[in-house]
């Protein structure tokens, strides 16, 4: 399985945008880079995945280098519900047999 | 309506014992996971299932048998509980990839917190 590499944690303050790196320089022409983040006594949640082109949803942005050897999550205003750790996870072609391999994650705390 | 929904959500156990947690999904998926959280709070999966065939088996000790009765449903079995099987347990499923458009996101149940005393 490819692997990330995250900070441990970072902090934030409220209303202010967030730039969550990760950094994936073995990643191979097929995998995806995949975002789930998982709040404080919950299950994880998807939060936004790419292949090489820059992706924007309703929760966050992930800008993707050219290289693919990095990637960033951009959370755009964080409020103290987006405090939670977030995971950067690279995946096959979403066949169903590619499973997710979490890692440690970078632990995101936002203060008020 | 819970997407994945797991019970129970709570269970304390003696060493020894057998249980079993439950998972269902009505979401439609074809597959599903099982993924365990320890104290250190790493994810790692455990099985998978698609239409309630076994496609991933990760080094788990036989004592956990997964079920699958239907594809909406994914059940855990422990025997012979042991301390070291104290963890949260996910459940989650998928819908296999059909198009650029789709996600293949998991969605993940809420967690069952399994404590062997």
């Known amino acids: 399985d490819a692997k990330t590499t995250q900070p441990n944690s970072m902090e934030s303050n409220e209303e202010e945008p967030v730039h969550l790196p990760c950094n994936h320089s073995?990643?191979?022409?097929?995998?995806?880079i995949h975002w789930y983040r998982q709040l404080p006594s919950q299950g994880p949640e998807y939060v936004i995945h790419?292949?090489?082109s820059n992706v924007n949803n309703r929760m966050a942005s992930l800008a993707i280098a050219e290289d693919r050897k990095s990637s960033t999550l951009i959370l755009h205003r964080a409020t103290l519900r987006d405090a939670a750790v977030y995971y950067c996870i690279l995946r096959g072609d979403m066949e169903y047999g590619n499973k997710l391999v979490f890692g440690a994650g970078t632990i995101l705390r936002v203060k008020s | 309506d819970t997407a994945v929904s797991q019970t129970p959500k709570y269970l304390v156990t003696q060493m020894g014992n057998d249980k079993s947690i439950k998972c269902e999904q009505n979401l439609g998926h074809d597959t599903m996971y099982w993924y365990k959280q320890d104290s250190k709070k790493f994810l790692k999966i455990m099985f998978s299932?698609?239409?309630?065939?076994?496609?991933i088996n990760e080094t788990v000790p036989n004592r956990f048998s997964p079920k699958s009765p239907d594809k909406a449903h994914l059940n855990l079995h422990i025997n012979s509980l042991e301390l070291g099987d104290s963890a949260v347990y996910f459940c989650?499923?998928?819908?296999?990839?059909?198009?650029?458009?789709?996600?293949?996101?998991?969605?993940f149940g809420e967690g069952s917190r399994l404590t062997v005393l």
């Open positions: 073995t990643i191979s022409g097929t995998d995806y």
């Open positions: 989650a499923s998928s819908q296999e990839k059909r198009s650029e458009r789709d996600t293949g996101e998991l969605f």
């Open positions: 299932y698609n239409n309630k065939e076994l496609i």
């Open positions: 790419g292949l090489t």
